[in-house]
């Protein structure tokens, strides 16, 4: 896995909404340690660009159908350990359906900024 120091992280957008896949590009594009390398607008389309792709970290929209952010969130770290996964949303949710998913952190969309994104990259196990 990349790390901050040596090279930079290579990060896939998911949001089957366009604004918030532009607000994802733009976090990204002001988090010089980051580089964006896909976006996806659902689930299914999100296991296909990480294994394309195969990056770091998923920024994961929780809510998009008929593969929800926690259903995908499940495949992509049982079939690619070494990607970390964000859950976001913009509303709040229950941590506790984040148990067993396997994500890094659940994160407001309204919360994500380039120093709260370091601070997740910096504090995964």
């Not at 659902?42 to 259903?71: F, K, N, Q, T, W």
């Not at 350990?81 to 969309?109: I, Q, W």
Request: proline share 5%.
């Amino acid at each position: 896995m990349s790390s901050i120091g040596n090279a930079r992280i290579r990060v896939v957008v998911v949001d089957d909404e366009a604004v918030f896949r532009a607000v994802g590009r733009s976090l990204i594009e002001a988090t010089p340690e980051f580089i964006l390398v896909g976006e996806a607008d659902s689930g299914e389309g999100a296991l296909e660009r990480i294994a394309e792709l195969s990056p770091d970290l998923v920024l994961m929209d929780y809510r998009m159908g008929p593969i929800d952010g926690i259903a995908a969130t499940r495949a992509i770290v049982e079939r690619h350990p070494g990607t970390a996964v964000v859950v976001m949303s913009a509303e709040g949710l229950d941590e506790s359906m984040l148990c067993g998913c396997g994500a890094l952190a659940f994160v407001r969309k309204q919360d994500l900024s380039p120093r709260r994104l370091r601070q997740l990259w910096a504090d995964r196990p």
